[in-house]
């Protein structure tokens, strides 16, 4: 069983229609929620971290949200330069791993 | 500029044939790790390290071996690559014990034959 499952897998938005990208966890004792954008043939980029339910942090068009079993990146009117993957990883218990989502390949036309 | 610099970015090589990739970060960061890449499987870690002389196993080491005799280096060495080792691979380091903001290097197109 995944410990961390991202939905959908892919998602095809038009220009300014905004949606949100799901991220569900089943490990305990969370440390930490990242979320990441990976653009074709390149390293993640660092978007937030979340440390505890109910926290919220917010960056141009994107804002990522955690609840106790999941967390949300909502892309707010979205522009094609947005299209990219967007991972989800996840640090729990007393070790220091990083545990990642497979991914939503987001694709925003004009 | 701060930077995680990978190399090689590409490497084609035969079973069997013991390499290293090499890692390289300019920040000062106590958290280094590695990653590989697959179609379907997405990001796994392979092993982190804390800090110098501290490393440990992430969800795929079997395989791998690395070190960590400087903070800035942090090598990925595969004593006897195999096919099912055919991937990308990602060196990233991080800031604050690995909670902060983690910077990827261009990451490492492996194909063992």
């Known amino acids: 069983e995944d410990q961390v499952t991202q939905s959908p897998e892919a998602l095809r938005l038009q220009e300014g229609e905004s949606s949100s990208l799901n991220c569900s966890y089943t490990?305990?004792?969370?440390?930490?929620l990242f979320w990441y954008r990976q653009d074709p043939g390149k390293g993640p980029e660092f978007l937030f971290t979340?440390?505890?339910a109910g926290e919220e942090k917010e960056k141009e068009r994107l804002k990522a949200t955690l609840t106790k079993k999941e967390s949300f990146l909502h892309i707010t009117a979205p522009k094609p330069e947005d299209s990219a993957t967007y991972l989800c990883a996840v640090r729990w218990g007393s070790n220091y791993k990083l545990t990642f989502g497979k991914g939503t390949l987001l694709t925003v036309n004009p | 500029e701060a930077q995680v610099t990978q190399n090689p970015r590409y490497l084609i090589t035969v079973t069997g044939k013991k390499l290293t990739v090499t890692c390289s970060q300019n920040m000062n960061h106590e958290y280094m790790s590695w990653y590989r890449q697959d179609p379907g499987l997405g990001l796994r870690q392979i092993y982190y390290?804390?800090?110098?002389?501290?490393?440990d196993k992430g969800d795929v080491p079997e395989g791998y071996k690395v070190s960590r005799k400087e903070k800035r280096n942090f090598p990925l060495i595969l004593e006897s690559p195999s096919p099912n080792q055919t991937s990308l691979y990602f060196c990233?380091?991080?800031?604050?014990?690995?909670?902060?903001?983690?910077?990827f290097g261009q990451g490492t197109r492996l194909t063992v034959v």
């Open positions: 390290s804390m800090n110098v002389e501290v490393t």
């Open positions: 979340l440390y505890s």
């Open positions: 490990v305990s004792g969370l440390r930490g």
């Open positions: 990233a380091s991080t800031m604050d014990r690995g909670f902060g903001e983690a910077f």
